[in-house]
């Protein structure tokens, strides 16, 4: 059974930087198709960041250049470094993953992230001006 856990999300203030971590167990997410997505209440959800299939990382144009996605292989863990938060950052993020994104675009891939097999139950992340 796949379970997958966020943590490090919190409150800051405009500018600051957070390292949001997924952990999984029943999961390896080496080369597989796996991102981090968020929502805010009321709105739709946004896909974030994403490895698609070959290690290709994709990233909301909201969020290019602020945040990185990376991997810990020997922690088998997923990393997002969110830097230069923005107030319009603050929603609650979680990590996804998925069986195979196949022939899937880094755009596809990050507009479907919602809908991946897995995902875990999410982190708050806010930030104030």
């Known amino acids: 059974q796949v379970h997958l856990v966020e943590s490090g999300g919190g409150s800051v203030q405009a500018g600051g930087s957070l390292r949001l971590s997924c952990a999984a167990s029943?999961?390896?997410?080496?080369?597989?198709?796996v991102g981090w997505f968020r929502q805010v209440p009321g709105k739709d959800h946004e896909g974030v960041a994403v490895f698609a299939e070959f290690g290709v990382t994709g990233y909301a144009d909201s969020v290019k250049g602020r945040f990185i996605i990376s991997q810990d292989y020997a922690k088998n863990t997923l990393d997002l470094l969110m830097n230069n938060l923005k107030p319009a950052d603050t929603a609650v993020y979680y990590c996804?993953?998925?069986?195979?994104?196949?022939?899937?675009?880094?755009?596809?891939?990050?507009?479907?992230?919602?809908?991946?097999?897995?995902r875990g139950q999410g982190t708050q992340v806010t930030v104030s001006s």
């Open positions: 996804a993953a998925h069986t195979s994104c196949g022939l899937m675009s880094t755009k596809q891939a990050l507009d479907r992230l919602p809908g991946f097999a897995y």
């Open positions: 029943g999961y390896t997410f080496s080369g597989k198709c």
